[in-house]
């Protein structure tokens, strides 16, 4: 079986920065609560005329620079997101047509903050079954555009962005070792959009209070889970890759909370040294927040060849899931 291994990485975040203390100024909260529950201090914003394909066109120019492939080469692009350009068509179309990558096809992923694990977990399917040979999985979000800002208990976490990783068979012994992936549908209301689909569609009973069309969490049930199916998934890939946990070099965890990622790393007998963290600069992106923490991660040298990388992630649906990769 052909593995697929990760040759390059990019990723972008919106220049504008807004802070907790910026969010003091909007709902009843404070920086000092913000940092304590979550790690978080800022997040990025999106400017009014970026869209979330615009962000991953950014986000893909690392990744050919690295790669050396170009956009012509691209035989399959994934992207994995919550807040597409648009219902239809998807947006990995759009992203076809925003890099010129003309030999592709093209489609979207839906699984919340683990939908870059998902992308991940079927690129190493079509790579291993040689269907495609050069793919790019993207995960991004625009969250600010389905964020209400005068709910603290949602506001204070969510942040844009985008990473990519463009993957090929592997040659050698990198490449993806084992990818696990899980959801339960029975938990779908903690963390979901209740209006603009089909269930609570708009304009059909007359106009709907807007923020509907935001994300309703509940937090702390979240939290619980969390913990519990990081652990889980990770447990399992690192088993089923052969693997003691000592012999990870570097977990890049989901980036939604500071407390759940200490928690899942305390689960697995990780240091913390061993754990990457960047939601202290950019909040919870969903599903752009794996490869974003795993471009910077390697381009900040945390990631060397031969190491094995561990990573995990949850989100709405509820979904989840986890993944080893040797580099
Ligand atoms: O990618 C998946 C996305 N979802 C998540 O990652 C969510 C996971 N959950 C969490 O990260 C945490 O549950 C939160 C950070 C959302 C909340 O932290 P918590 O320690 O679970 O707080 P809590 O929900 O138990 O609330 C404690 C108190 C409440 O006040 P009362 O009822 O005790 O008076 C909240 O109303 O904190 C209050 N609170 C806030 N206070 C200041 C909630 N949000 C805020 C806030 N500022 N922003």
Redesign the pocket.
Known sequence: MLRAKIVGTGSYAPERIMTNHDLAKM????HD??MS??GIAERRVAASDQSTSDLCAEAARGAFEMSGIKAEEIDLIIAATVTPDYHLPAMACVIQKKLGAVNAASMDVVA??AGFIHGLSIAQAYIATGTYKKIMVFGAEVLSTITNYQD??TC??FGDGAGVAILVPSEDESGILSTYLKSDGTLDEL?YIPGGGTEMPFGRNGDQDSTLRCIH?R??E??KH?VRSMGDASMRVIKEAGLETEQISLFVP?Q??MR?IQAVAKRLGMPMEKVFLNLEKYG?T?AASVPLALDEAVRQGRIKSGDYVLSAA???GLTWGAAVIRW
């Open positions: 709902v009843e909260t404070s609560w913000i529950r979550t919340a903050c603290r208990n204070v976490l963390l969490m937090g702390n979240i939290y969390a989901h939604a909370n759940i919870n969903s949850f989100g709405g």
